[in-house]
T-cell receptor
Framework: DAKTTQPPSMDCAEGRAANLPCNHS???????VYWYRQIHSQGPQYIIH???NNETNEMASLIITEDRKSSTLILPHATLRDTAVYYC???????????FGTGTRLQVFP | DTGVSQDPRHKITKRGQNVTFRCDPI?????LYWYRQTLGQGPEFLTY????????KSRLLSDRFSAERPKGSFSTLEIQRTEQGDSAMYLC?????????????FGEGSRLTVL
């Protein structure tokens, strides 16, 4: 079973920051937080991952709380092409297998 | 295109027929995964291979399902005696197994409709 809880849907205005929350209160010390997204009719796409520290790449930023029980994915300037389902996944170190939940459907509007 | 390739992209079949899907992973990726996704749900893990060895199978993979990766390159997923409940998107993913990110690279999926 998925070990994360996400809101089923969110809206964001184009050009604004999209902040997608995720709860993973049962995360253990050897588990990473991963974010993937799935645009309609495509396979999931990796966005970012982290263990303890905040992370940033060209796509997004990941903020992990100090107790690691929750995290937020930030898309700093959302575009219409960011409309997708975003999955927050907890993955143990040493395994590749991803267990997906139902994700958050982000709708970016003009 | 050097991404994960899946074939066919769409398959419509009648209940009781057998279907086979093929996945060509990214070259030199030694790990290959199959997932199934139904409407409104996230992908569900089915099985994965390291090279030609099938290392894990989900309980979702009933005895009507079989996956192979004979030479450690492409993989096939066969469903025998299809049922309407098998209608889904079948996703394949690959990884090098030694990536710093642990990223899985997904194909665009094979959509199965069982009538």
């Amino acid at each position: 079973d998925a070990k994360t809880t996400q809101p089923p849907s969110m809206d964001c205005a184009e050009g604004r920051a999209a902040n997608l929350p995720c709860n993973h209160s049962t995360i253990s010390g050897n588990e990473y937080v991963y974010w993937y997204r799935q645009i309609h009719s495509q396979g999931p796409q990796y966005i970012i991952h982290g263990l303890k520290n905040n992370e940033t790449n060209e796509m997004a930023s990941l903020i992990i709380t100090e107790d690691r029980k929750s995290s937020t994915l930030i898309l700093p300037h959302a575009t219409l092409r960011d409309t997708a389902v975003y999955y927050c996944i907890v993955r143990p170190i040493g395994t590749d297998k991803l267990i997906f939940g139902t994700g958050t459907r982000l709708q970016v509007f003009p | 295109d050097t991404g994960v390739s899946q074939d066919p992209r769409h398959k419509i079949t009648k209940r009781g027929q057998n279907v086979t899907f093929r996945c060509d992973p990214i070259s030199e990726h030694n790990r290959l995964y199959w997932y199934r996704q139904t409407l409104g749900q996230g992908p569900e893990f089915l099985t994965y291979f390291q090279n030609e060895a099938q290392l894990e199978k989900s309980r979702l993979l009933s005895d009507r399902f079989s996956a192979e990766r004979p030479k450690g390159s492409f993989s096939t997923l066969e469903i025998q005696r299809t049922e309407q409940g098998d209608s889904a998107m079948y996703l394949c993913a690959s990884s090098p197994g030694t990536s710093n990110t642990g990223e899985l690279f997904f194909g665009e999926g094979s959509r199965l409709t069982v009538l």
